[in-house]
């Protein structure tokens, strides 16, 4: 590699809005869609909510040219709905399922079916090593009453744990996606403390879009006026994040969004902004490097965060064991009027209504017994999150008690000089 | 770190068969476990099985003096009954669940219901990055008719990316679990190439144990004698495996395994054989490097070994599909019965026997649709698997192709120099 080394990198990502039968003007859209692509010609483009397989072999075949080569990320039961298209070679790829995402009797919000993900790509660019990381996090449906805050807090924290651990070895780091998080959310907070992953929109110095980078604003009009009636520009919750690690040096040099309509045709692409940022990679020295070194100082909001999420997960795990413990109620309840029902139909009198209700008795056990299962499970997931976020604040507490000399790894968030002497 | 830097590392494994109310002697077993590894005092304990959360807590309690750290994985909705002690303190923590791991329905087997997991510890010892992975891959019930088969080969796939993608940094990796992988299973090969990891078994020059380094032996009294009955000596399902990378060298100076008694009070630890290891780290000049460069002439064991595992996992989702159209006609069929159920009582004649049918109807259609829901997201989990599979293979068959200047870096399996010019 040259030693006055520079990689400009373009990127793309857009939640598509594809369900398919309930999309409006889906093939259309993503007929579009795939046409800009071509045009623009990203080295990425990392999609969301592609739900349908058939429109990512659409848009495969009609980019191929531009972009040999494409991933679809399959999971859960309907899939992740994520996909990517790269212009260049795509070395590795894997994926991770997180292990919270809603409830299965939420089927009008139905994001449990779809076995949200990331996804990871890693490429080889002019002898760099980059890790992509896309994905959708659960959607938050009321934000005033969000039941689905600590399954989030718990999905961004494995996001965050994911990328960490996987990307040790790269030299860029680009996370692309929908994380339905508010910029001050603390999941997006935590996210950026623990992996040191820096807001494209934060950091550019040229943004063109929509007021205030949101990504879901009310000139689109796919979307639902009312839902955003609290936030008059809109709201931010897509983005593009981005670090470099080791001996590079990172910055974005432009970030676009749509704005809500299409010059060309009049309707947008998505019921969300698409979001395209111009990344520039170049050597650095040492000391340029604005990889996160978490000292003293900046180990603080880290500890705030990781605590703030742990208390947050504890919420979950309370709320999760209270469902457990009724639903545990309802299905020995459900057992119990089976048993009397049993004795009304052998007996006489009232049979006719006790058969009647021997369906409803036996649908209320299985349906019980399968919710008291579910959050049980539910609730050794958040404890799983729980105990590592302890883990990771037991360490970061030490680190402060200790002082800079004795940083532990995990804290440290650069890639290089990690090896400290533990014993 | 010293040039003629050395470091020996005592490892324990064992599937330690804690089924509550089910496994025979447990708490006694548990009690003399937790001596004998107060008294050996190894660097770190790996165990299996352990289900109730109770023993680890007794454990930790007992063994806190000699292993100040320790963790309990929690997943599923008993949990993956993994856990470790470890002697020097537990850097970073995570766990990947198994995306495929059995069947709901199959409540004997059970294996669903735990939630199987791999868990990773990083540990730095005198400036060594060790990777630690601890696993149980789904039981094998039946070696001829194993319906388990391409859930187990997808796990162990599983097993290897996350092995592959997270120890990039590190300079020692080290495996241990219960694989329930004969040594020549086609998930043990796959696992092998794929990692690089080698079998303290078949690298020591000192072993000690059970015949043919069997880990479940007809000597031991919790064994079912009649599973055993077409292997005189026994199975070898547990492992250790172990890699060195970049510029460590790594050997097995000595493996033991328990031999099916305790000579002090009788009766096993378990129905597994454990297996004790000390492993020996070194500098290494970079000649001396034992990991695999998969180069031109080691390619095709791993290009074939991938090969098998997109056939197995393709039949794997051939009879997942089969399922899910079955279910989906069951489901169907459920539903018109009910049609006709609803018209006779409405109607009256047959009304009692029509009422009575009533609930096995709803209990038809409500447990064919779970179980087509389930099918689809196994046809989903395995083509995802066979998705990755089929890219390594591609970029195998490449750097076959492109001779060996153009190894690709996801085949050189080393973690240095993996920066091939890509444009």
């Not at 994911?162 to 508010?182: R, Y």
């Not at 605590?307 to 109620?329: D, K």
């Not at 006790?354 to 369906?359: D, E, I, P, Q």
């Amino acid at each position: 590699m040259k030693p006055n080394f520079s990689l400009r990198l373009r990127v793309f990502s857009l939640n598509c809005w594809g369900i398919p039968y309930l999309s409006k003007h889906r093939a259309d859209r993503v007929k579009r869609l795939g046409d800009f692509l071509n045009m623009e010609s990203f080295d990425l483009a990392l999609l969301q909510e592609v739900w349908s397989e058939q429109d990512f072999q659409y848009l495969r075949q009609k980019l191929s040219p531009t972009y040999p080569a494409a991933h679809y990320f399959r999971s859960g039961i309907v899939g992740s709905g994520l996909c990517v298209f790269s212009k260049h070679p795509i070395q590795e790829i894997t994926q991770h399922i997180y292990t919270l995402n809603g409830y299965p009797y939420m089927i009008y919000h139905g994001d449990w079916f779809c076995g949200k993900a990331v996804g990871l790509l890693v490429l080889h660019l002019s002898g760099l090593v980059l890790n992509a990381y896309v994905t959708h996090l659960h959607a938050e449906y009321s934000r005033q009453k969000d039941i689905y805050l600590a399954h989030r807090v718990a999905q961004a924290w494995e996001l965050a744990q994911f990328i960490h651990h996987t990307s040790k070895k790269a030299d860029v780091v680009l996370l692309c996606g929908d994380l339905n998080l508010h910029p001050k959310d603390l999941g997006c907070r935590l996210l950026k403390e623990w992996t040191g992953l820096h807001d494209a929109y934060l950091e550019t110095r040229d943004f063109k879009g929509s007021e205030e980078g949101c990504t879901m604003v009310p000139q689109n009009c796919y979307v639902s006026q009312r839902e955003l009636e609290p936030f008059p520009s809109g709201i931010r919750i897509d983005y593009v994040l981005f670090k470099a690690v080791s001996r590079f040096y990172i910055s974005c040099k432009t970030l676009k969004t749509t704005t809500g309509h299409d010059h060309h045709s009049g309707t947008p692409f998505s019921d969300h902004e698409a979001l395209m940022a111009t990344l520039c990679v170049r050597h650095s020295p040492p000391q340029h490097n604005p990889s996160p070194t978490h000292g003293a100082e900046e180990r603080s909001p880290l500890i705030s965060v990781l605590r703030e999420a742990w208390t947050e997960l504890g919420l979950g795990m309370a709320q999760a064991h209270w469902w457990a413990t009724f639903a545990g109620y309802v299905t020995g309840l459900g057992l119990l009027l089976l048993a009397l029902l049993c004795a009304l139909t052998a007996g006489g009198g009232v049979r006719e209504i006790a058969l009647l209700l021997w369906a409803p008795s036996v649908g209320l056990v299985l349906g019980a017994g399968a919710v008291y299962l579910f959050h049980m499970q539910e609730a050794k997931g958040l404890y799983r999150a729980r105990a590592e976020l302890h883990h990771v604040l037991g360490r970061a507490r030490d680190a402060q008690d200790l002082g800079p000399e004795s940083q532990p790894a995990p804290l440290l968030g650069q890639q290089e000089g990690d090896r400290a002497e533990e014993q």
